[in-house]
T-cell receptor, first 114, second 111 residues
Framework: GAGVSQSPSNKVTEKGKDVELRCDPI?????LYWYRQSLGQGLEFLIY????????KSGLPSDRFSAERTGGSVSTLTIQRTQQEDSAVYLC????????????FGPGTRLTVT | RKEVEQDPGPFNVPEGATVAFNCTYS??????FFWYRQDCRKEPKLLMSVYSSGNEDGRFTAQLNRASQYISLLIRDSKLSDSATYLCVVNEARGYNKLIFGAGTRLAVHP
């Protein structure tokens, strides 16, 4: 009964470096979401994947951010040329295929850009 | 205007108190509504869905007023373990379940 897993749990990087964050959704969940949560703030939607459909990338804050999902399962979120304002917790969530309201979240990756 | 607005709190209440949180949302086409709970430095977890007729789960009661675009959560007989941030969440159902999260209301229950 594994839940959503994310790695790494913590990442400290220097400004200007690229980072890659990984999400393993619950097996059988075809819908996958990425969010960002800055300190004391709500969750900010970044991107949504559903099966083989084109992802909704409308929440990505800049072209430095990209995400992919290989084989309909694992997803990676890549941030290029990181900036200090990218520091946040990056959360991944998955849901059952179509119509599942409840989102199951991973523990998040805490990114700190120095 | 934020899509989902909540009073950030904190609400500091003694054990046994009744506390109510409110939330407003801006999109009248929103389809479904939820309260999630988020413990400090943890991921959000679904607390309960909110139905038009109002619904209760033990000490927790949620209500929805579509006309006023207003959602509430009432916690009775507060426990120390209720201390957390409560996130108001709205599903805008834009072809898929796009959840919009409020910034949360922090609750601290003290002995």
């Amino acid at each position: 009964g594994a839940g959503v897993s994310q790695s790494p749990s913590n990442k400290v990087t220097e400004k200007g470096k690229d980072v890659e964050l990984r999400c393993d959704p619950i097996s059988g969940h075809t819908a996958l979401y990425w969010y960002r949560q800055s300190l004391g703030q709500g969750l900010e939607f970044l991107i949504y994947f559903q099966g083989n459909s084109a992802p909704d990338k409308s929440g990505l804050p800049s072209d430095r951010f990209s995400a992919e999902r290989t084989g309909g399962s694992v997803s990676t979120l890549t941030i290029q040329r990181t900036q200090q304002e990218d520091s946040a917790v990056y959360l991944c969530a998955s849901t059952v295929p179509w119509g599942g309201d409840e989102q199951y979240f991973g523990p998040g990756t805490r990114l700190t850009v120095t | 205007r934020k899509e989902v607005e909540q009073d950030p709190g904190p609400f500091n209440v003694p054990e046994g108190a009744t506390v109510a949180f409110n939330c407003t949302y801006s999109n009248s086409a929103s389809q479904s509504f939820f309260w999630y709970r988020q413990d400090c430095r943890k991921e959000p977890k679904l607390l309960m869905s909110v139905y038009s007729s109002g619904n209760e789960d033990g000490r927790f009661t949620a209500q929805l007023n579509r006309a006023s675009q207003y959602i509430s959560l009432l916690i009775r007989d507060s426990k120390l373990s209720d201390s957390a941030t409560y996130l108001c969440v709205v599903n805008e159902a834009r072809g898929y379940n796009k959840l919009i999260f409020g910034a949360g209301t922090r609750l601290a229950v003290h002995p």
